[in-house]
């Protein structure tokens, strides 16, 4: 079974700095979609960013990006000009097919935004 | 276009009792997934329905079921609750089945068992 390792379960960043999530995942297969999804106090999982494991490129949404190493299974989340709103649990998963397009999610890293 | 919508938002039941918790998709989305989110083992896959079909199941035992009506709607069910059972559930649905199809996620159903 895939497994997602999330190893900071919290973490602190002033606004307008930038911060790195991290998240390593373990699998055998070569095919395969990762994602970070963003859970406010509200509780509505949003999907942030997500990256195919077929392309190299690091994908990148406005203000965040992915640091994607594909040999290394590693799957880091970079938040540059951090705003009081991201403040939120960031989760990390992964998906293929022999999960059944499962999604499968570390632990999560709560994510604090000071003035 | 109106997001996934989960019905109750908040529920107390005691232990031994039934539950059903209910979920509409987003208007064309024909998949939808249901998630457990509790703070000792983390988010876990419960079952995914597709065109009324289970098509994929974590690993929880059989009080915990699943439909979905031809409609895209879709209810789980769980019968003689336990304590553990206290959870978030999230529902999250999506146009297809394929990995790449984006899951949309509703605001979830907390459920406290007594």
């Known amino acids: 079974a895939q497994t997602v390792t999330q190893s900071q379960p919290e973490m602190s960043v002033q606004e307008a700095e930038t911060v790195t999530l991290s998240c390593t995942y373990d699998?055998?297969?070569?095919?395969?979609?990762l994602f970070w999804y963003k859970q406010p106090p509200s509780r509505q999982m949003i999907l942030v960013i997500r990256?195919?494991?077929?392309?190299?490129q690091n994908a990148t949404e406005n203000r965040f990006s992915v640091n994607f190493q594909k040999a290394a299974k590693s799957f880091s989340l970079k938040i540059s000009d951090s705003q009081l709103g991201d403040a939120a649990m960031y989760f990390c998963?992964?998906?293929?097919?022999?999960?059944?397009?499962?999604?499968?999610f570390g632990k999560g890293t709560s994510l604090l935004v000071t003035p | 276009k109106a997001g996934v919508t989960q019905t109750p938002r908040y529920l107390i039941k005691t232990r031994g009792q039934q539950v059903t918790l209910s979920c509409s998709p987003i208007?064309?989305?024909?998949?939808v997934s249901w998630y457990q989110q509790t703070p000792g083992q983390g988010l876990q896959f419960l079952f995914e329905?597709?065109?009324?079909?289970?098509?994929n199941k974590g690993n929880f035992p059989g009080r915990f079921s699943g439909r979905q009506f031809s409609n895209s709607r879709s209810e789980m069910n769980v019968s003689t609750l336990e304590l553990g059972d206290s959870a978030l559930y999230l529902c999250?649905?999506?146009?297809?089945?394929?990995?790449?199809?984006?899951?949309?996620f509703g605001p979830g159903t907390r459920l406290t068992v007594l």
């Open positions: 998963a992964y998906r293929n097919s022999n999960s059944g397009y499962a999604l499968n």
């Open positions: 990256q195919e494991a077929y392309k190299q």
């Open positions: 329905y597709f065109s009324e079909t289970q098509r």
């Open positions: 208007s064309g989305h024909r998949s």
């Open positions: 999250a649905s999506s146009l297809g089945t394929g990995a790449y199809n984006e899951q949309f």
């Open positions: 699998t055998s297969e070569s095919d395969y979609y």
